[in-house]
């Protein structure tokens, strides 16, 4: 298993929103050769003098789409948590958005640090979970934000486990290995 994001508890600074199913996001891009993204981890926490509340930990697509959420409780004081999401492909080189969104009536509180060339979006969306929306974006800003994933390629599951598998193809005299691709959304990308 390996991480892509950011994993460092942030201290820089802060900003409280009370909006209805608020959402909080950093930017990440997946490292080579890509992999199966299976949990969501965020330094998160709900508006000051509110109750832990449940929520969502979320990947969203660069442009906001909701691709993979799990259940979490989102703590009544920023702590890391961490939320298993349904296993989601993310090719080499693709940027998403990893973060969280409250339920209901409950904001956020967005502890980040200051990181050249990052991108933290805060927003709000009363379906829950739901697509990145009504946000704002900071640049050079980042959340504590990270997803956990298996790197490889092809990869099949065995029934219990993510398997990475080497691809071939019949070229006509012998078979040869093959860089396998996938379709991220806006192109095929390989994912070697």
């Known amino acids: ?33 890509g992999g199966i993204v299976t949990s969501v981890s965020c330094y998160c926490g709900v508006y000051s003098g ?25 703590p009544a004081s920023p702590a890391w948590v961490t939320a298993t ?12 958005f990893l973060g969280w969104q409250t339920s209901g009536s409950a904001g956020y509180y967005a502890t980040y640090n200051s990181v050249s060339g990052a991108a933290m979006d805060l927003g709000s969306n009363s379906t829950i979970p739901g697509a990145l929306a009504n946000f704002t974006q900071y640049a050079n800003d980042q959340l504590g934000a990270y997803a956990t994933y298996t790197p490889g390629g092809a990869q099949i599951w065995t029934g219990s486990q993510w398997q990475t598998v080497t691809t071939y193809v019949w070229n006509g005299t012998q078979w040869v290995a093959i860089a396998p691709q996938v379709w991220n959304g806006t192109q095929w990308v390989t994912v070697s």
């Open 1 to 33: 298993m390996a991480t892509f994001g950011y994993t460092t508890t942030p201290t820089y600074g802060y900003i409280e929103a009370a909006p209805t199913g608020g959402q909080a996001a950093g930017s990440a891009t997946m490292p080579s050769p």
């Open 50 to 74: 509110q109750a832990a509340t449940s929520g969502y930990l979320c990947m969203w697509s660069d442009t906001g789409s909701l691709l993979a959420s799990g259940a979490a409780t989102i």
């Open 85 to 96: 999401i349904p296993s989601t492909f993310v090719g080499s080189g693709v940027a998403v």
